[in-house]
């Protein structure tokens, strides 16, 4: 159940990766931070994903992706890098 819950987790963060919404530093690879896209694009993304037969078989619903989409991108809500940024301000 917990690799499950994982591999969701990992599948919706590509989703807002791939649509712009999130950002993965360039120097920090486990840091993600805003990207310039609205979160609907990620959504959108992640729809046709689904309807094009991807990961329909990980998501029991697209309201569940939606939801793990939505969640990812206030988990990664920071401006920027925040190993970037504190490595700046030492």
């Known amino acids: 159940m917990m690799?499950?819950?994982?591999?969701?987790?990992?599948?919706?963060?590509?989703?807002?990766l791939?649509?712009?919404?999130l950002e993965q530093?360039?120097?920090?690879?486990d840091c993600l931070?805003?990207?310039?896209e609205e979160i609907e694009a990620a959504y959108k993304l992640g729809n046709f994903k689904i309807?094009?037969?991807e990961y329909g078989d990980?998501?029991?619903?697209?309201?569940?992706?939606?939801?793990?989409?939505?969640?990812?991108?206030q988990d990664n809500s920071a401006e920027e890098c925040?190993?970037?940024a504190k490595n700046r301000d030492d």
């Open 3 to 16: 690799e499950d819950d994982e591999e969701k987790r990992g599948i919706a963060i590509q989703i807002a």
């Open 18 to 21: 791939e649509a712009g919404v």
């Open 25 to 29: 530093c360039e120097f920090h690879e």
């Open 33 to 36: 931070f805003e990207g310039g």
């Open 51 to 53: 309807s094009n037969g």
């Open 58 to 73: 990980v998501f029991e619903s697209r309201r569940e992706m939606t939801d793990l989409i939505k969640e990812v991108v």
């Open 82 to 84: 925040y190993s970037c």
